[in-house]
């Protein structure tokens, strides 16, 4: 998790940051002329100088710039939000597959189709193992879930070996064609011993 795996073309986004903080450093230089402007203004009206108008108007400036200047950071802030898209970092721990596009390739947001999909993490640790049991063992399943007891041994197709986990879940409804309900247990699977979508 937070592995970096993708990072995408950012030249563009990255101009428009650079833009953006070259007008906010205008715009405090504004903010910076208009409070002199008012600190000024104020004095030479306590002097019995200048007019309350071009105070008034010094004052507005003020308030405008400051206004100016808060809508730019947002600007800016939303751009850097934007940056951050543009590297793809794992979300969970887990096994990467193989990447279906490369260096070059035109990547569209919104793309689910297996073309528009850059790669799939599967969870390995812990990893889930699901399975059907009989409904007349229910009961007992659930009491042993209670008693903090209940355990699943899961043995991989071919393998002579087995690995212990817990029972996690139970599907709430027993299947009617089947008479069986879905359970899901959680083995620890520190050493990739169990594999994703393995027949157990």
Same mark, same amino acid.
């Given at each position: 998790?937070?592995?970096?795996?993708?990072?995408?073309?950012?030249?563009?986004?990255?101009?428009?940051?650079?833009? $953006?903080? &070259? !007008? /906010?450093?205008?715009?405090?230089?504004?903010?910076?002329?208009?409070?002199?402007?008012?600190?000024? @203004?104020? =004095?030479?009206?306590?002097?019995?100088?200048?007019?309350?108008?071009?105070?008034?108007?010094?004052?507005?400036?003020?308030?405008?710039?400051?206004?100016?200047?808060?809508?730019?950071?947002?600007?800016?802030?939303?751009?850097?939000?934007?940056?951050?898209?543009?590297?793809?970092?794992?979300?969970?721990?887990?096994?990467?597959?193989?990447?279906?596009?490369?260096?070059?390739?035109?990547?569209?947001?919104?793309?689910?189709?297996?073309?528009? $999909?850059? &790669? !799939? /993490?599967?969870?390995?640790?812990?990893?889930?193992?699901?399975?059907?049991?009989?409904?007349?063992? @229910?009961? =007992?399943?659930?009491?042993?879930?209670?008693?903090?007891?209940?355990?699943?041994?899961?043995?991989?197709?071919?393998?002579?070996?087995?690995?212990?986990?817990?029972?996690?879940?139970?599907?709430?409804?027993?299947?009617?064609?089947?008479?069986?309900?879905?359970?899901?247990?959680?083995?620890?699977?520190?050493?990739?011993?169990?594999?994703?979508?393995?027949?157990?």
């Amino acid at each position: 998790a937070g592995d970096v795996l993708v990072k995408l073309d950012s030249r563009q986004i990255e101009a428009q940051i650079k833009q $953006t903080e &070259a !007008t /906010i450093a205008k715009d405090v230089a504004a903010v910076e002329q208009s409070t002199r402007d008012v600190a000024r @203004l104020e =004095d030479l009206l306590s002097k019995g100088s200048g007019t309350q108008l071009n105070l008034d108007t010094a004052r507005t400036q003020l308030a405008s710039g400051r206004a100016q200047l808060s809508a730019d950071q947002a600007v800016l802030e939303n751009q850097k939000v934007q940056l951050s898209w543009y590297t793809l970092s794992a979300p969970i721990n887990g096994r990467l597959g193989t990447f279906s596009s490369k260096a070059g390739n035109i990547i569209r947001a919104g793309d689910n189709t297996a073309t528009g $999909t850059l &790669a !799939t /993490i599967v969870q390995t640790a812990p990893i889930y193992v699901s399975f059907s049991v009989p409904q007349d063992v @229910l009961a =007992d399943l659930r009491a042993a879930i209670v008693a903090g007891t209940a355990q699943a041994v899961a043995t991989p197709q071919g393998s002579s070996k087995s690995s212990t986990g817990k029972v996690a879940f139970i599907d709430n409804a027993v299947d009617q064609a089947t008479g069986s309900v879905n359970v899901r247990a959680v083995f620890e699977n520190m050493d990739d011993f169990l594999w994703a979508g393995q027949l157990c």
